[in-house]
């Protein structure tokens, strides 16, 4: 008798065993792959952020939302989404579905809140994140990313919030990146993803805590 170790569908022939390959099994490989170690992360942190009990893997290749849970990680990574646990807990604090996390209008209204109503420390958090991965990645200075990225990829960076206005606006590299490092079309898509309207009646309205980053900025002489 053969058993198959993901269905636990029985057979009597080996060469009929051989010949099966159920979804779930197909599953559990895709599991070990980098988008389905992410799906499954985040399928976890669906119930963490719920409070409820965390399922393992079996639960997973099982569930209805397997699916759902791989659209996610390919949407997060095309996104760029730089704190997807936070981006989870925003949706179960707003009752949002995961068949509705990769809709591109949810995707704009968290971002838009993230901007308006999370604190400067979250923003600084991720930020510092975001430029210690780039320093690592480019072997250079936390303090030097800018003089080694390209325009195009500092646009996609702040577009996703992987640099905040709440670093980049109070930082002297990036006062000269721009100054310097970018033509006149650059400066103004940079100022564009900044939303450089939003974010200077942002930082006006918290001022009273731009002395605390600034001195954090300065910290990594940023
Ligand atoms: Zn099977």
């Not at 996104?79 to 996390?101: C, E, Q, R, S």
């Not at 975001?130 to 303090?143: F, H, N, P, T, V």
């Not at 990036?174 to 970018?182: C, P």
Request: proline share 4%.
């Amino acid at each position: 008798m053969y058993e198959c170790e993901y269905c636990k569908t029985k057979f009597l022939t080996e060469m009929n065993f051989d010949r099966h390959m159920c979804d779930q099994e197909v599953r559990m490989k895709e599991l070990d792959t980098k988008r389905g170690m992410s799906a499954f992360k985040y399928y976890r942190a669906w119930f963490e952020a719920r409070r409820l009990r965390i399922p393992n893997k079996d639960t997973f290749v099982v569930s209805k939302m397997y699916n759902t849970f791989f659209k996610f990680a390919v949407f997060a990574k095309d996104m760029g989404i730089p704190d997807t646990t936070l981006y989870i807990k925003f949706m179960v604090k707003n009752t949002v579905m995961p068949a509705h996390w990769y809709n591109p209008d949810i995707y704009n209204y968290f971002m838009d809140s993230f901007d308006k109503d999370y604190d400067p420390m979250t923003h600084v958090r991720i930020t510092f994140t975001s430029i210690e991965r780039i320093s690592k990645a480019l072997d250079c200075k936390m303090g030097d990313v800018f003089s080694h990225l390209h325009p195009s990829d500092v646009i996609k960076l702040i577009q996703s919030r992987n640099l905040s206005p709440w670093v980049l606006l109070l930082s002297k590299k990036f006062a000269a990146f721009l100054k310097n490092d970018v033509n006149a079309e650059e400066r103004k898509l940079i100022e564009d993803v900044i939303k450089l309207n939003r974010w200077e009646i942002i930082l006006e309205n918290q001022r009273s805590q731009i002395p605390e980053i600034k001195k954090y900025v300065a910290q990594l002489d940023l």
